[in-house]
Every structure is written in C-alpha cells, then in structure tokens.
C-alpha cells in the first residue's frame, strides 16, 4: 500500500451510485441499507463494492489528488469527528480500496480513466481495427481484418498493463495451439507492437448463450423445452470435447459461449485456462470467473482463507450444471445474495431449488440430473461431462420431435394478436368510410405523398383488399387513391418544411415524395378493379409525373425509385404492360446501369458515400436488379463487382453482420432497420443471389437478417424500425423456409405494435397515418402476416410470390 504521504485519488471513471435507487429486492441480496452506496469502476474487473454512507463521503475527498491525512482531516472538520478515531475506523476500508484499485497513487497510470486506445481505420502490425470489443484495465478485444480481409479478434495488451496480462496472453496462445479450433478460435498470430503484446485468433460469430435460450423462450412451452435442452447439450458438448483434449476452461460463464446461428457452439477466452497434464496452473495465472458459477470446493476454500484449487474437470461440471439450471429455469440455481462471503456459503451449503419455484413447468428427470451434477461433493457427480450430457439428453427426452414444431409460434402470435390487432384496428377505423380522416380530410402535411398522407393509405388498403377479395375494401382504397390524386396541385400535398420534406431535400420526382407515387397507386388499384379507362390514365399521368427533373439516384429521393415503381406496374401487368412504362423504366435503367458501370470503386467515389438501400449503393443496384428480373433480363455484368465491393464492408457481428450507414467515417454509425442498416441489405442480398446464384450472397442475406432481428432498439416504423425489420424477417423465412424466421417476423411486429404509439419512442411523433413513419407501416406488416407467403413491404417488395425453387407465383 502506499505510504500516508503520498496522494490518492479516486479514478474518474469510478461511480458512486446510491442504492436507493435499486429495486428492493437488489437491496435484499446485497444485504444492504436503503442509504448505502454501491461503487463501481466500469471497465474493470474488480466487482462493486457497497460502502456506507460515511465511507462514501469521506471517499469524495479522493476525488483530486489527496493524502489520506488530509482527506481524512477534511471529511473530519466537515462532520465535526475526530480525525484520529476516523483514521482508525477508515484505515482498513482504505486499504481495501487501494487493494482493489479503487483509490490509487494520484501520478499513477491506473487514475487515468480507462478507454479505448485505438480507432477504426488504425494499424496494429498489419491489422486494421475494425471496432473495440471490449475494453478492461489490462487489455482490449478489438474486431480487426487481418492479410486477405480475414476477420480476427484482436486481444492487445495496454502499455501500462502489468506483467501478468502479458503473461496471460502467451498462456492462451500456447492452449489454443494445442486445441486446433476444437469448440475453439484458432490463433493466427503471437505478436508485439508498440511495446505491447496481442494476440489474433480467428473471429467466431454468435451470441452469448444466455441470449440463445432467452430467444428460445419465444416459443410454446414444447418449442422451449426442445430448444433449450439442445442448446445445453450442445454447450456440454463442446466441453466435453475440451476436456478430452486435456483443457480445462476455468473461467464458465453465459458470454464465453457463443451460439451460431445453426445452433453450433464455440468457446473462448482461454487465458485462465489449465492444461490438466499440467501439475499446476500455469504459473502467475490466478483462478477467476463469475460468482454464480464457481464449485463448492473453490468456495470452501476460499471462505477459509486457504489455497484456491486449480480448475478442475470436477469443478467445471459443477460450473456446467449451474449454468445449464440457468438456461432450462430462466434463473440461477439458489436465490444468491450478492455479498461476497454469503454468496460462498450459499454455493458451499445450498441445494438447487425445483424448477417450480422459479415459475417453470417441472421436469422430473432433467431436475434430477441436474442435481447430481451440482453435489457438493465432487465424488457424487458425473464421471466426466460427457457423462452428464449423455444422462441430460435420455432425461430430457420429449414424447415426440413434431412436439418441437407445432408450438413454434404460439407464444408470439398470440402477443401479435393482442398488441398487432390493436394498431389494426385503430388504422382501419380511422381510414373507414366514417372514420375521422374521411369526415375531416388528410390534414397534416405531406397530405398526399406515399411516404405520409392519402396515397400511402390507399396502398395499404389496396393490400389489404388484394389479399382478402374484399372489394369494399377495394373501392375504400380507391377513394383514397382519388383523394391523393386531387390533392397533388397543392404545395402541402408532399412537403412539409417544418420536418424538412422540402423540394429540395426530396425532389419532385420520387415516388415516395412525388405525384409520381400517387399515380402509380392508382394505377395498381384500377388494374386490381378491372377498370382499364382508369388504369390508361394513371399510367400517362406517371409517365408525365416521373419525367420531372432529378438528378439524384437514390431510391427513395430519386431515379431509383422511379425505377422501382415502374418495375411495381410493369410486374403487376405482365406481357399487357405498355410500351411507354417500359420506356420509363428502361430510361432509368439505363442511367442507373451506365452509373455503376462507370463510377470508381465504392471506396473511392466521392458522390456517393452512403451504403444503404433507401439513400445509397444499395438501392441503385437493388432497383437495378428488380427491373432486370421484372423484364426478363440479364444483370449488367458490372453489377456483380459492385456487390462483391459492398459486401467487403460486412461486419461481422453476433450471428450476423452490419454495414456502416456512410464509409470513410471516423466514428462509423450502424443502424438495423431498413433505411440504411441491414433490414434492407436484407433483400439486396437475397435477390442478388437469386438472380446471379452466389452462394455468399444468401449467406450474407442471412447475415443481414440475423442483424435486423439481434440489434436492440425502440424504433417501430417501417422506414427505420421495427416494422421494416419485420418485413426483412418475413423475407428472409419466404425464402429460407425456417420457420424460426417467420417467428422472429411476428416478435418484430408484436415490438413494432407495442412501441409506435408510445411517445417517447420518437417514431409517428404527430404522423400516426404514416405509411413509412407512423402505425400505417405496423399495420401493414401485421395484415400481411395473415399471410405470410404473400406478404410484400409496401411499394418496394415484389407483389409476385416466389417459391424458393424460384419459380414466380401470383398473389
């Protein structure tokens, strides 16, 4: 410790946090008083600590440098103490707290804050930094792209690290050696730079495990129990495969297990692992880990005070065990207090509760070998964890594999029901014949674009009517097509200055923000009616509309979305579509095909810096396609450099990968949704590869879908949020035919339906009618899931049905 002279101080990135503030059952498993403070330093790995309200002020006085005789004189004078019985009753708190480096030397390198060193875009050795991973006191994880592109992790030690995290790197590169990649990353490289050491191993995807079986709760209660015990079994698995390979992993918790998407399991972060041929752990590498999960006999010792046990297979199915009872129950095996020593004599001592008591379903069999598995005695559990997986999986055997299959989507389609039919029904009623916005007009500016006023609810009817044969729908759609229509000589019809929908900012040629829109709804709604004269006019009214000035490409502001609705009309008409709607479409088409034929690599075009489907490359060589496809022609051949160009700004992520919402950006930003995140990759993909055949592209439609759906997040529209997610879900399942996916489309609109309404989610924000910004999009995507092989985001996704053996269905 450091002398009494020399400064201390609390580091800045040390909270104090009164736990008043934390529910009262927390307050119960800490063991602490309603005026006690909890402190914590992020990004370490020293656990928070709980002082009282005393020791809380008089730590305050550590906040700039400060001895210990002059904080301790200064908090004296301020309660009027005696600074001498305060340095006695404070001494070993103080101590504590410089042990656990909570209160360090004020020149010291541990008062600095701790944060991430490195940007994307930097060097490390021929790697460059993709974005951090994780950043502690001792080292950072970094994503990085190593020689070819490949994707590592990166796990570098701070400059200022002491000589264990060092030594702890070149402990986990010696065990990944001798794994080879079983359940395992596989090390590509042991290395220095800058003074400080890294390590690279390969980059696994997916998520934690406790994330996994969170999702497979989505289900029915026969979908559960099959999707958690296979994950479990899997999970025992892989550390039966490690123990064969004599490593003991040392360090189990739900984050050092990643879930693909297929289900398959992988472990990392070996740097407390033991080599069991070993006689010892390696030297200088303590035991660690997370509390829950640690054996009774580490407990035992430790409560006495004596010699900690290396990491033992024995110890590790006792780890397995509880982490499994976790999983399978939603909670940990005994109702744990959170102060150290109690949590000790709580794994030393006390049984597993029934399942029962953590409101689950009991399961007899599985309970019970769970429970062997987590004797206190290490000589009354399972030979060895493949032992255990092989009773787990005889005890947990179902009555039948279909009992997996027909509650699949029980649980979120009946949430769908309560929370989607909400939002459908306040959309249709306000749309009726004597619904408000019929009695009072459209009177909220844009009144008439797709995007925000009567055409987007007359697309939505002319869904809702195509799907159901309902034709008073029909001609309720119709209505509001001609309302739209009559509307598009007024300045409000599409813009709006105070939300900065101007005809600057949109153009007036965008069938999202233009009459362009409003006529090419007309024209799918005469079609739909048999009404020929009308479907004439509409069809000349867009011509003339998309014939406006623009000059930009993009799909929702520009010739892109001309594209597309030309495509929209040309799909929906077939052989009987007119020569003139071809030519604008093949106009644009052109100008399209002749850009991305000539432009530089993505990387190097200074016109165009976004990625995205509605504002960047994305959109242009997605319209692009469509058009191909709705025509019967081949893709211009430069369009497969441009998606290989595209998809070398995937990142991986979870079980899915990203794009940067605008490349060459210090701070890159990420978005999940359909505007300019991975909901709209979602279809560029899957369309790609229907159309050129390349696997890796359904491999990163994939990708992409696991993106839309893991990435948290409030937004609920159809533009940015979860209903535009939704329709990528949907996509994804009309494609892959996993089911698993069209349950993830109904959680989406469950999530969509739950949150558009509320104000602080920012989504409708006074534009409740909205198609792309309001409940209209929520409630499209509800009605479509009605059915969902017919579904199609609205004025983007073909109406056509595909089959995935690729033949064209009509609704």
Not at 377 to 398: C, I, N, Q, W, Y
Not at 411 to 426: I, Q
Not at 801 to 808: D, E, I, K, L, V
Request: proline letters at 6%; one cysteine or more.
């Amino acid at each position: 410790m450091a002398s009494i002279a020399d400064p201390l101080v609390v580091p800045g990135d040390v909270e104090f946090l009164p736990v008043s503030e934390l529910s009262e059952a927390l307050r119960g498993r800490l063991g602490c008083e309603a005026d006690d403070v909890a402190i914590t330093r992020h990004r370490s790995r020293t656990p928070s600590k709980v002082i009282n309200p005393a020791a809380a002020g008089l730590l305050q006085q550590f906040r700039s440098p400060t001895t210990i005789g002059e904080g301790v004189l200064r908090y004296s004078m301020a309660i009027d103490r005696d600074p001498q019985q305060t340095l006695e009753e404070a001494f070993p708190l103080i101590q504590d707290l410089v042990n656990s480096q909570l209160l360090v030397p004020g020149d010291a390198p541990q008062a600095d804050e701790i944060g991430t060193s490195l940007r994307p875009g930097a060097e490390v050795d021929g790697y460059t930094i993709v974005r951090c991973v994780q950043s502690l006191e001792d080292t950072e994880l970094y994503q990085a792209r190593g020689p070819g592109q490949a994707m590592v992790a990166l796990k570098l030690v701070r400059s200022k690290s002491a000589v264990s995290a060092r030594r702890m790197i070149d402990h986990e590169s010696r065990v990944l050696r001798l794994l080879s990649g079983t359940a395992s990353p596989t090390m590509v490289a042991r290395g220095e730079w800058a003074g400080r050491a890294y390590l690279a191993q390969t980059w696994l995807g997916g998520v934690a495990a406790d994330v996994a079986a969170g999702e497979c709760r989505h289900g029915g209660l026969a979908a559960q129990q099959c999707g958690l015990l296979a994950l479990c079994l899997a999970i025992l698995d892989a550390y039966a495969g490690l123990h064969a390979r004599g490593i003991i992993h040392g360090d189990i918790h739900p984050r050092n297990i990643l879930v693909d998407g297929d289900g398959s399991v992988r472990l990392i972060d070996f740097g407390l692992a033991r080599i069991a041929a070993e006689t010892e752990t390696y030297p200088q590498t303590p035991r660690g880990g997370v509390g829950f999960f640690f054996e009774p006999e580490y407990a035992v010792a430790r409560l006495a005070r004596q010699t900690l046990p290396p990491a033992t297979a024995e110890g590790e199915q006792f780890a397995l065990a509880a982490l499994a009872y976790l999983l399978l129950a939603g909670d940990h095996y005994v109702d744990f207090s959170l102060a150290q020593d109690d949590m000790l004599r709580e794994i030393a001592s006390e049984a597993p509760l029934p399942f029962a008591k953590r409101g689950g379903r009991p399961w007899p069999a599985v309970e019970a070998v769970l429970k062997r598995a987590l004797s206190k005695d290490p000589a009354r559990r399972f030979a060895d964890v493949a032992s255990f997986a092989t009773a787990l999986k005889t005890a947990g055997e179902l009555p039948s594999a279909s009992a997996c299959d027909g509650a699949e989507i029980a649980g979120p389609a009946a949430l769908m029901e309560r929370l989607g039919a909400g939002v459908l029904a306040r959309v249709r009623q306000r749309l009726a014949w004597d619904g408000p916005l019929m009695r009072d007009g459209w009177t909220t500016a844009p009144t008439a674009s797709i995007n925000y006023g009567a055409a987007g609810a007359a697309y939505f009817l002319y869904r809702m009517a195509m799907r159901s044969g309902d034709a008073d729908v029909l001609a309720l759609a119709d209505v509001w097509g001609t309302r739209a229509a009559a509307m598009v000589a007024d300045e409000a019809a599409f813009y709006n200055p105070a939300i900065e929908i101007t005809a600057e900012t949109v153009g007036r040629a965008s069938p999202y923000h233009s009459p362009t829109g409003v006529f090419a709804v007309q024209a799918l709604i005469a079609l739909a009616r048999g009404d020929d004269a009308a479907l004439q006019v509409a069809l000349e009214a867009f011509r003339v509309a998309a014939a406006a000035p623009c000059d930009n490409l993009d799909l929702t502001l520009g010739q892109s979305g001309v594209l597309l609705a030309s495509t929209l009309l040309v799909e929906a008409q077939g052989a009987r579509a007119p020569v003139e709607l071809m030519a604008v479409g093949e106009s644009c088409a052109r100008r399209i095909a002749g850009v991305l034929a000539a432009s530089p690599s993505i990387a190097h075009d200074d016109g165009m810096s976004t990625l995205g489907i509605a504002h960047g490359w994305a959109g242009l060589i997605y319209a692009l396609l469509r058009w191909c496809d709705a025509t019967g022609q081949s893709a211009p051949a430069s369009l497969a450099e441009r998606l290989d160009q595209l998809a070398g700004y995937a990142e991986p992520i979870g079980r899915g990968a990203r794009w940067p919402w605008q490349i060459g950006s210090v701070d890159p930003t990420y978005m999940p949704g359909w505007c300019n995140g991975s909901a709209g990759m979602v279809h560029l993909w899957s369309l790609a590869h229907r159309m050129l055949g390349d696997p890796r592209h359904a491999e990163l439609a994939e990708m992409a879908a696991w993106h839309a759906w893991e990435e948290p997040g409030r937004a609920a529209n159809l533009c940015c949020g979860w209903a535009g997610r939704g329709y990528a879900l949907l996509h994804w399942y009309k494609r892959s035919g996993d089911p698993a996916w069209l349950t993830r489309a109904r959680i989406a609109a469950e999530r969509a339906a739950e949150w558009i309404a509320q104000p602080a989610s920012g989504d409708a924000d006074g534009f409740d009618n909205s198609l792309y910004k309001g409940e209209l999009g929520v409630a499209a995507l509800v009605s479509d899931l009605t059915d969902p092989g017919a579904a199609a985001m609205p004025l983007f996704e073909s109406e056509i049905a595909w089959s995935r053996a690729g033949r064209r269905e009509r609704d």
